[in-house]
């Protein structure tokens, strides 16, 4: 599957979403769905993680997802953490911080998970095991 999402730690405040190879709207849009089932399953902020590392080209209209990020957006989402995003990604969230202000909020690009991990924990050390 060329998109996953789980949760990244025991506590289940992180979920990665990973991205690989050709991916289609269509994928995104499923994890959309899923991700919304996730943090609904808590009572507590989730921090996200788009890891797009493994990704080698992102779809055309990338846009058409936006509103079904915002209507699915959950008060406990908090960070957007993007990895490794292209230059595309990186054009296209200037355009989603307008269309989609809830889901993009708080996003942040960092180059590595490691870096991802960093900024959570600097955000909140209590909430990172």
């Known amino acids: 599957m060329p998109v996953t999402i789980a949760w990244d730690n025991d506590e289940h405040s992180v979920i990665r979403v990973t991205f690989e190879n050709r991916w289609e709207v269509g994928d995104l849009l499923r994890t959309i ?20 590392t493994l990704s080698s080209i992102s779809p055309p209209k990338l ?7 915002e209507e699915t957006h959950s008060d406990n989402e908090r960070l957007l953490l993007i ?7 990186k054009s296209l969230s200037k355009i989603a911080k307008v269309l ?6 708080h996003v942040h690009f960092v180059d590595t998970l490691e870096a991802a991990y960093a900024l959570i924990k600097r955000q909140s050390p209590a909430q990172i095991a």
């Open 33 to 52: 769905e899923e991700g919304a089932r996730m943090i609904d399953s808590v009572h507590h902020k989730v921090d996200s993680i788009f890891d797009f």
């Open 100 to 105: 989609a202000p809830k889901t993009f909020a």
């Open 83 to 89: 990895v490794k995003a292209n230059p595309y990604i």
């Open 63 to 69: 846009l058409s997802s936006l509103e079904r990020m």
